[in-house]
């Protein structure tokens, strides 16, 4: 299973929050979803995280992807 967390822009509550994880979950192989509005990040776990199919959930939900930040939490920082 693999992690990775991503940038959102324009989440500004709870329920901004929610509305972006329930587009995700809806991803096949996703596993986990964790988003927070007050950072901005996406954690999302699964069997396979396709990044594209990520960035066109955010966007159904009403937001801007802003891309991945990390592959899992604690490791090296990188920008996609």
Not at 5 to 27: R, Y
Not at 40 to 46: C, I, M, R
Not at 47 to 68: C, P, Q, S, T, W
Request: net charge positive; aromatic share 6%.
């Amino acid at each position: 299973m693999s992690a990775k967390i991503f940038l959102v822009e324009g989440m500004k509550c709870k329920n901004c929050s929610s509305h972006v994880e329930k587009e995700i979950k809806q991803i096949q192989g996703i596993k986990d979803v964790e988003a927070d509005f007050t950072t901005g990040q996406v954690s999302v776990k699964g069997d396979h995280v396709n990044e594209e199919m990520i960035k066109l959930a955010v966007e159904k939900a009403g937001y801007r992807f802003k891309g991945a930040t990390k592959s899992s939490p604690g490791s090296d920082l990188w920008l996609s």
